[in-house]
């Protein structure tokens, strides 16, 4: 029996998966705050009686087990949060939602990365793998990752005993995949092999100075000015230490000082992040920024008033393909999608995903889905505006429901019957 076959009998029925879809986008949670959804997600699992079920994995991680006789182990991940964001899509279930995070902010909350929709799509899979038992052996794991959006949440997991037999005990995967919708036209898979996602070290920075009147430059150290001095040196970082034929990037992306027009302040706050495809490059880059840091404030005087401090917010690998894997995979899938199975382009996002995989060296494969309204792609293709169509992360960023689930399913679980057993029977 073929993989489409088997597809065919034993997809779940979407009505369930649609609902929860809007309930989750309806009420996103912010990284580390992901009780309720991991709730629904432990409750889904349990019910169908044949997953061990874990939970609290490095915070609110779920991962569920299915044992299904011999053969490879395949984990498939979805993550679960959520961003800070106030959403503008004006769909009938868009999130009205406020929390307050963990620094005491009250923020509202959106859905923009589209984290909803990979979560529900796995929870379908584990539902078609319940079912369609008697056509796969080995091991299939669902791992409901949180805290993606700080790139903490995989290797959370992982130093929680994720593989540990004494901790939580789930079994060393044979291989890993990941999916992530995308604002492409829904029911586009995209697929490559090697570098698919950048590395990132993100930094906040502070700078000290000697407050005063403005009046009086002569008395104050300007923290301003070493930050400026600091932001433009970083400009010139990736040329002087970046090959050409290398990707990379430096950029601040926020600076933040005194609020008054007449006072020099006495700090001032930058975030600075810095983004490559390999390892060698991007320890450059994070050397290089900090000592362009320490030479302007040296030159500037705010070294005398004190030592810049540099606190990393955020650090994630590169992820960057298994080739076999990904050839098998893309081979699937070009035979089940057809002409919707397309290649994949590097793009400058980050993910902390391949940590699951590097942790226990096992190979792994990330694609993409699309999500964007086939209509509204068509028609912007048409008029050349494919740029002004929302792109994750942003307020108006709306999936629609259809075919993006299907998809997502299909995509997830052909994955999974692909390396469960290439040769299915039954």
């Not at 104050?220 to 050409?244: F, S, W, Y």
């Not at 650090?315 to 057809?338: C, Q, W």
């Not at 008029?383 to 994750?392: A, T, V």
Request: proline share 6%; hydrophobic share 40%.
């Amino acid at each position: 029996m073929d993989h489409k076959s088997i597809l065919d009998q034993y997809r779940p029925n979407f009505d369930l998966y649609e609902l929860v879809y809007r309930v989750f986008h309806q009420k996103p949670e912010l990284s580390k705050q992901e009780c309720h959804t991991a709730r629904i997600i432990a409750g889904s699992l349990s019910s169908f009686g044949t997953f061990k079920v874990h939970q609290h994995i490095g915070g609110h991680g779920i991962v569920g087990v299915l044992h299904n006789g011999p053969g490879p182990v395949v984990l498939l991940r979805a993550v679960m949060d959520a961003l800070p964001q106030l959403e503008q899509t004006g769909l009938p279930y868009a999130s009205k939602k406020t929390v307050t995070d963990t620094e005491g902010n009250t923020t509202p909350v959106m859905h923009a990365n589209g984290h909803d929709m990979q979560t529900v799509a796995l929870m379908g899979v584990a539902k078609f793998l319940h079912s369609s038992r008697p056509k796969w052996s080995g091991t299939f794991i669902c791992l409901f990752q949180p805290a993606g959006e700080l790139a903490e949440g995989a290797k959370a997991m992982v130093d929680d005993g994720l593989y540990d037999p004494k901790r939580h005990g789930v079994p060393v995967p044979t291989v890993i995949i990941g999916q992530h919708v995308h604002a492409i036209k829904t029911g586009l898979v995209a697929l490559s092999g090697g570098p698919i996602l950048t590395a990132v070290d993100s930094f906040e920075v502070r700078i000290f100075g000697r407050s005063g009147h403005i009046s009086r430059p002569d008395l104050c150290v300007n923290p301003i000015t070493t930050a400026c001095q600091i932001v433009v040196r970083l400009q010139g970082l990736v040329t002087k230490e970046v090959q050409p034929e290398d990707f990379a990037v430096v950029a601040c992306a926020s600076i933040h000082g005194e609020a008054a027009a007449n006072i020099v302040p006495e700090f001032v706050d930058l975030k600075i992040s810095i983004r490559s495809y390999r390892l060698e490059v991007q320890e450059r880059l994070v050397a290089g920024v900090k000592r362009v840091v320490r030479a302007e404030c040296e030159a500037s005087g705010s070294l005398r008033v004190r030592e810049p401090e540099l606190k990393t917010i955020m650090h994630a690998p590169p992820t960057i393909n298994d080739m076999e894997k990904s050839t098998v995979l893309k081979t699937a899938f070009a035979r089940y999608f057809g002409p919707r199975a397309i290649d994949s382009d590097p793009f400058g996002a980050s993910e902390d995903f391949s940590y699951l995989a590097t942790a226990c060296g096992a190979p792994y494969v990330f694609y993409t889905f699309g999500c964007v309204d086939a209509e509204v792609w068509d028609e912007a293709e048409r008029k050349g505006k494919l740029e002004g169509i929302p792109q994750n992360h942003s307020a108006f960023f709306a999936p629609v429901i259809q075919p993006t689930l299907r998809t997502g399913v299909d995509a997830f679980a052909l994955a999974a019957l692909t390396f469960l057993d290439p040769a299915v029977k039954g």
